[in-house]
């Protein structure tokens, strides 16, 4: 038995004691909102009945790899004639972007 936690806090059924599945691992496609954090716990059942509810909880962020950074802009900074870049954040994927990596290339090498 599969149950999962949609963030709310309240575990449903997703594959019940009367299901036929045997498999060991259960890919889940619907129903699945970027930037949720799920919940699951796993239960055994055999003839004799269901055993307890695995101790520990899965939980996983539904996220993937934030997009594409768009072609930044450059402009002099007039100050102390440093150059100042700037770009739009781009879709986070459901997780926060925590970094930019920037590497500058000399145009001479």
């Known amino acids: 038995m599969i149950y999962w936690d949609q963030g709310t806090n309240t575990f449903i059924e997703l594959i019940g004691e009367t299901s036929q599945y045997t498999g060991t691992d259960y890919t889940l496609t619907t129903g699945i909102v970027t930037g949720t954090t799920y919940k699951f716990k796993i239960k055994a059942v055999n003839k004799w009945g269901a055993g307890t509810f695995s101790a520990l909880n899965l939980s996983v962020l539904a996220a993937s790899v934030p997009d594409k950074v768009a072609t930044p802009t450059t402009s002099i900074y007039a100050a102390d004639g440093g150059v100042k870049i700037l770009w739009v954040a781009p879709n986070a994927r459901g997780s ?9 290339k000399d145009k001479l090498g």
């Open 96 to 104: 926060t972007i925590s970094s930019y990596l920037i590497q500058l």
